[in-house]
């Protein structure tokens, strides 16, 4: 007998940037997404699609077997337009109702999702994978507040299928918060061996958008009390914070502020550094930590620190929110203490996050709903 093809969808709509290659906003979630969906795409028995917002582009696009489908007027830069908040909406239902696929994959505590998450449990009797992006989406701070979005929210995260946490701990605070069980699959790479030969490593890295979890304030506090330690900040967005920060910091001797870099040539910036700074109040289990891993880059992270992954591994330095820790940490950084922080990071990221790992462990979720 022939083995039933499977159709799944992914939805997030700003990893259209990624798949385009064309500058724009991305968080870890979309990035994670994209790895999924074109893993996904290239393997027998299955056929991929993927739901992205509206950025001018035709529809469908295809990139090799992966088929991406614009869900129109949804760009959060065209809001302003009075019809757009409604219009949205409308082909965002038409779009899921027109849609054949089996499993529908999702991201993000979002209306977007929850809409999905409804639409396709109810209407379509179909499958939902919920992927929780941040300990935000779950730790009830959202979730728990009196209003009729967290009220929502609480109905999508309880009528998924199956809730895939990023770490242990994420899972952990989803049953003591909302009482539902999670399945964990670490994020997952494309593992390369780097090829990384007599770099000197002189810049201290940070990368993240301007906005009140991300703190960069206190990266550029580090700055300040260390002006002999080259400072990199690649910052994102575009708000009041940012642009604070252009005009206050810009012309210090030690701190270089960079506007926007590509997702694909961030990696030149990790080969560089003697180390990435995290600031973080709030993740999930971010990215960078993995890009870090696989450019041999020491870790120092504030408040972020999965499963105790940068202690029990020796990945680095998680200095608990003292910056007097993260400052002694940085000062007795050697280029010994650099090559072998980065050979543990590596090795534990081709350990835990290897991609084809990921993928395999998503199939096993797909492949039980025909049981």
């Known amino acids: 007998m022939t083995e039933k093809i499977k159709k799944i969808c992914f939805l997030l709509p700003p990893t259209y940037f990624l798949f385009s290659k064309k500058p724009g906003l991305i968080g870890g979630a979309e990035i994670n997404f994209?790895?999924?969906?074109?893993?996904?795409?290239?393997?027998?028995?299955?056929?991929?699609?993927?739901?992205?917002?509206?950025?001018?582009?035709?529809?469908?696009e295809y990139y090799d077997k992966l088929k991406l489908i614009k869900i129109k007027h949804f760009n959060y830069g065209q809001e302003h337009r009075f019809y757009y908040p409604l219009s949205w909406r409308f082909y965002l239902i038409k779009t899921i109702l027109n849609n054949p696929s089996d499993v529908f994959i999702i991201s993000t505590m979002s209306v977007v999702s929850?809409?999905?998450?409804?639409l396709v449990q109810i209407v379509k009797k179909k499958k939902v994978i919920y992927r929780v992006a941040s300990d935000l989406d779950v730790n009830g701070i959202f979730t728990r507040k009196n209003t009729l979005n967290a009220y929502f929210y609480r109905k999508m995260l309880k009528r998924a299928d199956v809730i895939v946490c990023q770490n242990s701990k994420q899972a952990d605070i989803l049953y003591n918060t909302h009482?539902?069980?999670?399945?964990?699959?670490?994020?997952?790479?494309?593992?390369?061996?780097?090829?990384i030969h007599h770099i000197s490593r002189e810049k201290i890295l940070w990368i993240g958008k301007a906005d009140e979890n991300k703190n960069p304030l206190l990266f550029l506090s580090l700055a300040e009390?260390?002006?002999?330690?080259?400072?990199?900040?690649?910052?994102?967005?575009?708000?009041?914070?940012?642009?604070?920060?252009?005009?206050?910091?810009?012309?210090?001797?030690?701190?270089?502020?960079?506007?926007?870099?590509?997702?694909?040539?961030?990696?030149?910036?990790?080969?560089?550094?003697?180390?990435?700074?995290?600031?973080?109040?709030?993740?999930?289990?971010?990215?960078?930590?993995?890009?870090?891993?696989?450019?041999?880059?020491?870790?120092?992270?504030?408040?972020?620190?999965?499963?105790?992954?940068?202690?029990?591994?020796?990945?680095?330095?998680?200095?608990?929110?003292?910056?007097?820790?993260?400052?002694?940490?940085?000062?007795?950084?050697?280029?010994?203490?650099i090559s072998q922080y980065g050979k543990n990071a590596l090795n534990y990221v081709s350990t835990n996050h290897n991609l084809n790992d990921t993928v395999k462990k998503y199939q096993e979720l797909i492949e039980k709903f025909d049981q």
């Open 225 to 337: 009390l260390l002006p002999n330690e080259n400072f990199v900040m690649i910052l994102t967005g575009d708000n009041k914070t940012k642009r604070d920060i252009i005009n206050n910091y810009q012309d210090k001797n030690n701190i270089q502020i960079i506007d926007f870099v590509s997702f694909f040539e961030i990696d030149n910036y990790f080969k560089n550094a003697k180390c990435f700074v995290n600031t973080s109040k709030f993740e999930g289990s971010p990215n960078t930590f993995i890009q870090a891993g696989l450019n041999l880059c020491p870790i120092l992270s504030f408040n972020v620190n999965p499963d105790d992954m940068i202690t029990k591994y020796s990945l680095g330095c998680y200095c608990d929110g003292s910056l007097e820790r993260a400052v002694n940490f940085i000062k007795t950084l050697d280029s010994d203490k």
């Open 114 to 118: 929850v809409y999905l998450t409804f």
């Open 34 to 60: 994209y790895y999924l969906a074109k893993e996904f795409a290239q393997k027998e028995g299955y056929i991929v699609d993927f739901f992205v917002g509206d950025f001018g582009q035709s529809s469908p």
């Open 179 to 195: 009482q539902l069980k999670a399945v964990v699959i670490q994020n997952g790479f494309p593992i390369k061996l780097p090829q």
